[in-house]
């Protein structure tokens, strides 16, 4: 069975020392949402929503 995209992608960024992580609301490439909205959304334990437009930009902080 394949894994949800929003679970491989909490895999692949679970090494990686960021802080943030910024969701845009451009149409293409669709990474954004498809991958990164997904973590945040899907992720609370992990990712807190701290800001976003009224436009769809997504800014998520790191709290573990």
Not at 6 to 16: G, N
Not at 23 to 41: Q, S, T
Not at 53 to 63: F, H, L, N, P
């Amino acid at each position: 069975a394949r894994e949800p995209a929003f679970i491989k992608a909490s895999r692949l960024l679970d090494p990686v020392p960021v802080s943030y992580l910024v969701v845009d609301e451009l149409r293409l490439p669709v990474i954004g949402k498809r991958y990164a909205a997904a973590v945040g959304a899907n992720r609370p334990q992990d990712w807190r929503l701290v800001f976003n437009t009224q436009s769809g930009t997504e800014v998520y902080e790191r709290v573990r």
